[in-house]
């Protein structure tokens, strides 16, 4: 079974500051990586996937994270945030082969400050 | 195109009560699932429906059922609620389990008291 850790339940930062977000996951096959963000009252949406190919892989609001294997990351980035980005981010795993059901993160609280 | 909608928004109920949570997406999506979202605990799956016709269960499936009435829509039923329910619940839909992403619909906040 896959499983997912993101390191950082709350992550403050100033405006214009760039940020990184960081999920980590264990999973014994291979493996497609999503990143949602939940802004305040609202449902999940999709930022950006990886399912094969390039490494780093880039998504919408200027946001964009790298799958590294050996590491067994998917780290989310971004060089300059916005207030508006202040909303919940989940990171979530799904192991091929299996049930293709998700694993969701327990979340990230990122914060920007004026 | 709606994506997927959740009723109702908001629900408070008492300990013992029933009620149904409706979803339903116009996405054509063969995929749909239930989760429950509660504070440091992100999202837990409740049930899913692989396929129109085929239900089960997910992470957390205690205290609920689920039916899948239609490729479009697909409920989820407290028969008997507890203080220990009360918690944001999402619908979601996908194309297919796996590779494709997940829509997730507005949310219902439910309370039992």
């Known amino acids: 079974a896959q499983s997912v850790t993101q390191l950082d339940s709350q992550v403050p930062v100033f405006e214009e500051a760039p940020v990184e977000l960081r999920c980590n996951y264990s999973?014994?096959?291979?493996?497609?990586l999503f990143w949602y963000v939940q802004y305040p009252n609202q449902g999940l949406q999709l930022l950006l996937k990886?399912?094969?190919?390039?490494?780093l892989v880039k998504g919408i609001n200027g946001f964009e994270a790298e799958f590294n294997k050996s590491q067994t990351s998917f780290h989310l980035r971004k060089p300059s945030v916005h207030i508006s980005d202040t909303a919940e981010y989940f990171c979530?795993?799904?192991?091929?082969?299996?049930?293709?059901?998700?694993?969701f993160g327990r979340g990230t609280s990122l914060i920007v400050h004026p | 195109n709606a994506g997927v909608t959740q009723t109702p928004k908001f629900q408070v109920l008492k300990t013992g009560q029933s009620m149904t949570l409706q979803c339903a997406q116009d996405?054509?999506?063969?995929?749909m699932y239930w989760y429950r979202q509660d504070p440091g605990m992100g999202l837990r799956l409740i049930y899913y429906?692989?396929?129109?016709?085929?239900?089960d269960k997910g992470e957390v499936p205690n205290g609920y059922n689920v039916s899948r009435l239609n490729k479009r829509e697909f409920s989820l039923r407290l028969e008997s609620a507890a203080p220990s329910q009360t918690s944001v619940y999402f619908c979601?839909?996908?194309?297919?389990?796996?590779?494709?992403?997940?829509?997730f619909g507005p949310g219902t906040r439910l309370t039992v008291t």
């Open positions: 979601a839909s996908s194309k297919l389990a796996g590779v494709h992403e997940q829509y």
């Open positions: 999973s014994s096959v291979s493996v497609y």
């Open positions: 990886y399912l094969s190919g390039s490494t």
């Open positions: 979530a795993v799904t192991a091929s082969g299996g049930s293709y059901i998700p694993t």
């Open positions: 996405m054509n999506h063969n995929s």
């Open positions: 429906s692989a396929s129109e016709g085929t239900t």
